[in-house]
């Protein structure tokens, strides 16, 4: 299946993606491509516990990752008006600018769940595959 969309001004990145999983019940799904632009970014780097946020004018260059109703894992890179590029894990609070327009792909063939598995200290995706 192919969802496209469009997030308007003022739109809360995440939190819509996620309402948009929940609303179509996607089970097993990922970001095929997504661009916009953003007033504010709030990315929590690598091994780091704390978001970062900034406010200003930044172009997603680069959205990525898997959607489920069980759980997302999205990660985010944009970039300022002098092209200094950041990026990473998509929290709350990146609020659109002019515009998100999102293309995801999903299957009915799996579903995604987020479960620790001993090999993390964090829930990791696991994929069930669906018998035909």
Not at 86 to 102: K, N
Request: one cysteine or more; a negative charge; hydrophobic letters at 40%.
């Amino acid at each position: 299946m192919v969802y496209a969309f469009r997030l308007k001004p003022g739109q809360d990145l995440k939190k819509e993606i996620n309402h948009f999983v929940q609303q179509k019940n996607i089970k097993a799904g990922w970001i095929a491509t997504a661009v916009g632009s953003l007033t504010q970014y709030q990315l929590r780097f690598a091994n780091q516990e704390p978001g970062a946020k900034a406010n200003g004018h930044f172009e997603i260059v680069s959205l990525t990752g898997t959607v489920s109703i069980n759980g997302s894992h999205l990660h985010l890179s944009v970039s300022d008006s002098t092209g200094r590029t950041i990026g990473g894990h998509l929290l709350d609070e990146c609020i659109v600018y002019t515009t998100a327009e999102l293309v995801i792909l999903a299957s009915d063939q799996m579903e995604f769940i987020r479960a620790k598995d001993g090999t993390t200290n964090w829930e990791e995706l696991q994929v069930i595959t669906k018998e035909d």
